[in-house]
């Protein structure tokens, strides 16, 4: 497979102008009738065939130009591409498809999913469809027709309005729906099925009353109530802060089991994974509850930044999706705490998007090729293309970041625009030069930033000196220094603050000074995370104690317990490779107690300053990973705390405990964090007292989120029978969930006790996993490859072996989560040598398959390069 370049972007010889689909649904096999519209694109010169996409599955029944049918010496079809020589400047073409959702279990294009049809079309999937322009610059008004049982699929959906209704012969009948806002094809959508509904209605705040719908299956129809309410909180949201008004008369939501991804905002009709949308306290645990708040809303803001203006190609993917994430996180922070969703975003893109960015498909947040666009829905896109969003957030305002995104929405309106085009809207507003920003989108890796001060005590000049670089990444060795907000505070021994602001670099090394200050200060840099960039700063353990006390910025002080960890534990890992006993120090002894004991601090934030760093984090920092020393050394420092302050922790528990009915609103899903992270420690005491405690909470609990937190820690802890105990209790009770089992499933592919992937073998046999659910896999599969480090990297490679054997096997059937699952393979290159050699054996075993996909080819060539 041969890559393609964003510099060969070509603008399409032929626009569609109009859209007409009318699909006829049968057990068997589905016919497409497409009548298309098309007219020579007035901006191409010169005369050009006419191209359609059409994947190879397509069976293409007819074609006709105006009326006349073509005979197969009038076009050819290689690859992707159905090619017609000769073409009028302007005509009718139709085109009858035969496909079989029946058989797709790539779930790209139309499939089914539990009985019912549903569409995924992003990015490429309307090529399985029916032969069209597949490409998001040409847009087109379309009008689709439903025909299909009426007994079996009583609702049938599209994009748009729906316009006429009707009975067909045999049993059947037809819904028409007509989208009036043109839209390139990926975002076609088209649903039928038996349903069950939950509806409401929003008016906006020109005064038109939207009709709200989110279908389900009909034993889900109680786990609607907290989608509809975000989706109306999100409404409200887009127009207060964006000024963003909903355009149809209907919005749709519909929840699916087998989903290649999250959630999917086709025009009018988002369709939905049911773990992005389902939730009620029973069932459903807090963490994803926000998701569901925070998914509804990226999905309903994408009407605007997707939707109205959309991507010229799929190199500008970050155009909606890095706006779209900073305009969800943005929404989550008001609706919850700003700081902890700060500290959220932030731990996972230090985490996993940097490791990304270390990597083999490290890329730029707009990628100059690619061979398979499936494979770039990426951290890299989503959360650092964010980030780079809210930096010209944070160089701008709130208000002059508002007027460029009026601009932006304005003249780009029904459009398909670049990364370049959203920029320069910014520009435009405020007449500022971006120029340099724009760095940000074609160069990849994680810029580093060294800082160093001085301070002259005779003249109170206190001065900063940040110097910058960045890694080379795979096809770029140079980069060039990036123009990157530093906000900061300066603050005194007595914790006063006494100045802040924002610093702007640009150069590879700065200087800024600091006047008229009365003593030397201690430096919080980076606050709120305002670039996504490794910050280094030699801290004393007392600055970092200062700050983790007095910061102003919430952020900064839970980065500065961080970072004290961190420091302690690589110490600890060090010690732990040279054979010396471990040991934990007082210091860190008192300063857990007075976070725990400040009951003047949201128990949010203190959940969160008394979580060690992951093992994923401290995995991303070290130059060689060991894995084993890693665990060890957080297990240690897990059970020392547990036993140091296991008063303390009692304390807070019952604290945290309440006998109130279950809401999730913040204030109470920060009580329950802090209680279960009290909890964990607890049971980290291997004191039978506790597992008592532990179990009466997994047997009491009126919610899901004090049950499977109680589940997991048991079933983590070194109680093993108890944990058996717990699961075969918790199988009874949820079996007939998926999304519970799914749960159930990833508890136990994440223990990190021996014999874990006997564990996970056996669970294979269960018959609630089913390979061709995604959900299933990444519950099982992808939980213990990405979750289960020890495990997963067990010395004899079983764990690689395994993770090959299901990319192997999936491949074919669903090239897009194959090449998802590999993603642990890739990062070889970090861990020692025997480790490199038996997960490079696995990634060539892989390469060396017949008939690779796309998708698997492009994430192995790339990461054996
Ligand atoms: N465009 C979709 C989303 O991110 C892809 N899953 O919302
Ligand atoms: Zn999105």
């Known amino acids: 497979p041969e890559p393609i370049y964003l510099k060969d972007y070509k603008a399409p010889a032929y626009l569609i102008d109009h859209t007409d689909l009318r699909f006829e649904l049968y057990e068997e096999e589905t016919l497409v009738r497409a009548t298309l519209k098309v007219r020579r694109n007035p901006a191409r010169s010169g005369k050009s065939p006419l191209e359609l996409h059409g994947h190879e599955s397509l069976e293409l029944c007819r074609l006709s130009i105006d009326g006349e049918v073509l005979s197969e010496r009038d076009f050819s079809r290689d690859d992707e591409l159905l090619h017609i020589a000769d073409v009028p400047d302007e005509f009718v073409l139709e085109c009858l498809t035969r496909i079989h959702p029946q058989l797709n279990t790539a779930l790209e294009g139309l499939y089914k999913s539990d009985g019912m049809f549903c569409t995924q079309c992003e990015a490429e999937g309307f090529r399985r469809i029916t032969f069209y322009p597949d490409r998001p610059d040409v847009m087109s008004v379309f009008r689709t027709t439903v025909e299909a049982d009426r007994k079996l699929y009583p609702v049938l959906l599209s994009n748009g309005n729906p316009v006429e209704s009707g009975s067909a012969d045999d049993g059947r009948h037809f819904v028409t729906w007509d989208d009036p806002f043109p839209k390139p094809a990926y975002l076609f959508a088209l649903v039928a099925g038996d349903l069950a509904v939950l509806e409401d209605s929003y008016i906006t705040a020109s005064g038109r009353k939207v009709k709200l719908q989110i279908y389900g299956e009909n034993k889900d129809l109680d786990k609607l109530d907290h989608a509809m309410l975000s989706l109306k909180n999100a409404m409200r949201w887009d127009e207060e802060v964006y000024g963003r008004e909903y355009d149809l008369d209907i919005y749709m939501i519909v929840a699916v089991d087998f989903f290649n991804m999250g959630a999917m905002e086709n025009k009018g009709l988002n369709i939905f994974n049911t773990s992005c949308v389902l939730a009620s306290p029973r069932t459903t645990t807090d963490a994803a509850f926000q998701r569901v708040e925070g998914v509804v809303a990226h999905e309903y803001f994408h009407n605007w930044s997707g939707n109205r203006v959309t991507c010229r190609d799929w190199f500008q993917l970050s155009l909606k999706e890095g706006f779209t994430v900073f305009r969800d996180s943005e929404f989550s922070a008001d609706m919850n705490s700003r700081t902890v969703k700060r500290i959220e975003d932030v731990s996972m893109l230090r985490t996993a998007q940097f490791a990304e960015d270390a990597g083999p498909m490290a890329h730029p947040v707009r990628p100059e090729s690619f061979i398979e666009i499936s494979n770039f829905y990426t951290l890299t896109i989503y959360e650092k293309g964010a980030e780079v969003v809210r930096m010209l957030h944070t160089l701008l305002g709130a208000e002059t970041f508002r007027k460029g995104s009026d601009l932006y929405f304005e003249r780009h309106d029904g459009q398909a625009v670049t990364t370049d085009d959203f920029v320069q809207a910014m520009a435009d507003a405020s007449g500022r030069d971006f120029t340099q920003f724009k760095r940000w989108y074609s160069q990849a890796g994680t810029p580093r930033v060294e800082v160093s001060d001085s301070w002259d005590a005779a003249k109170g000049v206190y001065s900063l000196t940040l110097r910058q670089s960045c890694p080379a990444t795979p096809g770029q060795t140079e980069k060039l220094p990036f123009h990157m907000p530093v906000a900061y505070g300066l603050v005194a021994q007595n914790g006063v603050e006494l100045e802040a602001g924002v610093l702007e670099l640009t150069d590879s090394e700065q200087t800024f000074t600091f006047d008229d200050l009365p003593e030397k200060p201690v430096p919080s840099l980076l606050r709120g995370f305002s670039a996504p960039v490794k910050l280094s700063y030699p801290y004393s353990d007392e600055q970092l104690l200062l700050l983790l006390k007095h910061d102003g910025d919430g952020f900064n002080r839970w980065d500065a317990g961080q970072r004290i960890a961190v420091n302690l534990m690589q110490q600890l890992i060090e010690d732990h490779l040279a054979g010396k006993a471990l040991s934990l120090p007082d210091a860190m002894v008192d300063s857990w107690r007075a976070v725990l004991n400040d009951e003047s601090l949201d128990p949010a934030m203190v959940a969160h300053l008394l979580r060690l760093p992951s093992e994923a984090y401290l995995a991303e920092l070290a130059e060689v990973i060991q894995v084993d020393a890693i665990h060890a050394v957080r297990e240690f420092l897990r059970k020392a705390l547990a036993v140091a302050l296991q008063p303390e922790w009692l304390e807070a528990y019952k604290r945290c405990t309440s006998d109130e009915p279950y809401s999730p609103d913040a204030e109470s899903c920060a009580r329950r964090a802090l209680k279960n992270l009290a909890l964990g420690y607890l049971l980290a005491t291997d004191e039978d007292a506790l597992l008592a405690l532990a179990e009466e909470q997994f047997v009491d609990a009126d919610n899901m989120t004090d049950q499977q937190a109680a589940l997991s820690l048991v079933v983590h802890s070194g109680f093993r029978e108890a944990g058996q105990r717990l699961l075969d209790d918790f199988h009874t009770r949820w079996h007939h969930e998926a999304l519970v089992m799914n749960q159930w499933f990833a508890v136990q592919a994440s223990d990190p006790w021996s014999g874990a992937l006997e564990r996970v073998k056996t669970l294979q046999e269960h018959p609630l996993f089913d390979a061709k659910n995604p959900n299933k896999l990444r519950s099982l599969v992808a939980a213990f ?70 998708d698997v080819y492009e994430v192995v060539s790339k990461s054996l390069a």
């Not at 861990?831 to 997960?839: G, R, T």
């Open 785 to 854: 490859c990405a979750q289960n480090p020890v495990s997963f990297h067990a010395q004899d490679g079983s764990g690689y072996r395994y993770l090959g054997d299901w990319i192997i096997k999936l491949n074919k059937k669903n090239p897009q989560i194959a090449a998802r699952l590999l993603t642990p393979l890739t990062r070889w290159k970090r861990y020692p040598q025997a480790a490199q050699q038996l997960m490079t054996a696995e990634l060539e075993r892989i390469l060396a398959q017949p008939e690779l996909s796309k």
